[in-house]
């Protein structure tokens, strides 16, 4: 399976998901994400079902594109530069790369001052 076809990530991850391994994030909890932005006036009932569900996907996605590379090294064990790798691999997800570069930033100047 290609790590970078989004088609067979998607029939992977949606052939894998039974009752016994569906992870789901607490509605409640991404309800409570979505008021704290200050332009969500309103959030329908069927909102955060479907933004918990693509935050679900996302996350899977990353993690499955990052334990490939993983695997191709014969490590069992994701690291931050297998999620650098895989984040940069995806052009759909180019504004995750700011992120990155402030963390390392911070772990840069962390280092310096200890």
Same mark, same amino acid.
């Given at each position: 399976?290609?790590?970078?076809?989004?088609?067979?990530?998607?029939?992977?991850?949606?052939?894998?998901?039974?009752?016994?391994?569906?992870?789901?994030?607490?509605?409640?909890?991404?309800?409570?994400?979505?008021?704290?932005?200050?332009?969500?006036?309103?959030?329908? #009932?069927?909102? *955060?079902?479907?933004?918990?569900?693509?935050?679900? %996907?996302? /996350?899977? $996605?990353?993690?499955?594109?990052? =334990? &490939?590379?993983?695997?191709?090294?014969?490590?069992?064990?994701?690291?931050?530069?297998?999620?650098?790798?895989?984040? #940069?691999?995806? *052009?759909?997800?180019?504004?995750?790369?700011?992120? %990155?570069? /402030?963390? $390392?930033?911070?772990?840069?100047? =962390? &280092?310096?001052?200890?």
């Amino acid at each position: 399976m290609d790590p970078h076809d989004s088609s067979s990530f998607l029939a992977h991850f949606m052939g894998a998901i039974t009752k016994e391994t569906a992870r789901r994030l607490p509605i409640s909890r991404v309800r409570a994400i979505c008021r704290t932005v200050p332009s969500v006036t309103l959030l329908s #009932s069927e909102a *955060p079902v479907l933004i918990g569900k693509l935050v679900e %996907l996302f /996350i899977a $996605d990353v993690t499955y594109r990052a =334990g &490939a590379l993983a695997q191709s090294q014969d490590r069992i064990s994701i690291t931050l530069d297998d999620l650098h790798y895989a984040i #940069s691999r995806i *052009p759909e997800y180019d504004f995750l790369n700011i992120l %990155l570069a /402030i963390k $390392d930033d911070s772990n840069e100047t =962390g &280092a310096q001052s200890v």
